[in-house]
């Protein structure tokens, strides 16, 4: 048996690298995907698919992601579909190169160069939407959209449309959609005790990114905020350097936390928020009907995308169960609790309305928009 996985292996990676090498990368990821890397027949009618697509579109599309190709198990971001689906919405006229696993870089980087028209497309965090508009941080801003439903009412709603995107427009991004992957948590290391409340928070070294609400926000639900870059927060969460952190389920599966948490709460207080932008002189460059089948297929990926959240966080929290990690969810009490320590009706929290949405008018219309149920359900924790 150990052989013939042994053979299995090597014939996969062979076939993978002689795809590579002949040019046809986003083939040999598509091969991988389906599972049939292990045939050279099959792998070979792949890459000709792949070949026979490419040279028959007329507009090529690089999609960038940080994720690699079977992440969307756990952690659904689904760049596959979006590839497939862009490629048959207009009618082969658009072919999609998929660079996954951060092959051109993570985050800002991507950023960087959708903006600058390096690559057509790419995933990121919203939160790097920030700097072009500043009412996207607000999306940080706890409980205002952190479950599931309220993040895609805000993102699907008429206020984010007029409000939001056009600014992102002016500064050169097209949004394709929006990816729901579902709440941020607490997660606290091995060796630590469970938290249920607020309460439980005290003396907890809480690892966060560089945002000041995140910040304010752990400093205001007791814990000793510690800022820690996103590449050294497993040894600091080992070495006890940081006794927890807040990423989705689905994240602390991917990025490889499962042997060093003990547990794992749904405080449901921000949203794990990503999106898919497009350079938008790219975008406007193409003719009206391959713009339509662009956004179409954006919009049939955003649907698989919510229908993929539950089945996601089911099996990462199988394969964090099975490392021996708990998982709590919250009554309605409990989580009235941590809304009320830390939650966006509280006064520390005007400038920050203030700042971000430039009134507290505007501030009403997004928390309105984000408690008014949209055309889309999707399941939360």
């Not at 439980?200 to 070294?205: C, E, H, I, S, T």
């Amino acid at each position: 048996m150990t052989i013939e996985k042994d053979g299995l292996k090597s014939a996969e990676r062979r076939n993978f690298l002689k795809l590579s090498a002949s040019g046809g990368f986003t083939a040999a990821l598509v091969a991988g995907a389906g599972g049939v890397l292990w045939s050279s027949e099959a792998a070979a009618q792949t890459a000709k698919e792949e070949k026979e697509r490419e040279a028959a579109a007329e507009h090529i599309m690089t999609v960038a992601t940080a994720y690699v190709l079977g992440a969307s198990r756990s952690y659904p971001i689904m760049q596959l579909d979006l590839k497939e689906n862009i490629q048959n919405a207009t009618n082969g006229k658009v072919y999609v190169k998929l660079a996954p696993g951060g092959q051109l870089g993570a985050g800002g980087a991507l950023v960087q160069k959708v903006q600058g028209g390096t690559i057509q497309a790419a995933q990121h965090s919203l939160s790097n939407f920030a700097p072009f508009a500043s009412t996207v941080d607000l999306i940080n801003m706890p409980y205002l959209c952190g479950s599931n439903q309220r993040f895609t009412n805000l993102v699907t709603s008429g206020f984010w449309k007029s409000e939001v995107e056009p600014k992102v427009e002016a500064n050169g991004f097209k949004a394709l959609f929006y990816v729901n992957i579902d709440p941020r948590v607490v997660a606290v290391r091995k060796g630590g005790n469970k938290v249920m409340s607020p309460g439980d928070m005290a003396g907890v070294k809480f690892r966060v990114p560089g945002s000041k609400m995140l910040q304010q926000y752990y400093r205001m639900v007791g814990a000793n905020p510690t800022p820690v870059a996103w590449g050294e927060t497993p040894s600091a969460i080992k070495q006890g350097v940081a006794d927890a952190l807040d990423p989705s389920v689905g994240a602390l599966y991917v990025f490889g936390f499962k042997d060093i948490l003990s547990h794992v709460t749904f405080t449901q207080a921000v949203p794990d928020s990503q999106v898919y932008s497009c350079n938008l002189e790219w975008f406007n460059s193409l003719p009206s009907d391959v713009q339509e089948g662009v956004m179409w297929g954006s919009e049939m990926t955003g649907h698989q995308n919510l229908s993929k959240v539950p089945s996601a966080r089911a099996y990462a929290m199988s394969e964090l169960t099975k490392a021996g990690v708990q998982f709590h969810s919250l009554s309605d009490d409990q989580l009235g609790e941590w809304k009320e320590a830390g939650g966006y009706q509280r006064p520390e929290w005007d400038d920050f309305k203030k700042e971000l949405a430039g009134s507290m008018d505007n501030f009403a219309k997004m928390e309105e928009a984000a408690g008014t149920q949209g055309k889309y359900f999707v399941h939360d924790a």
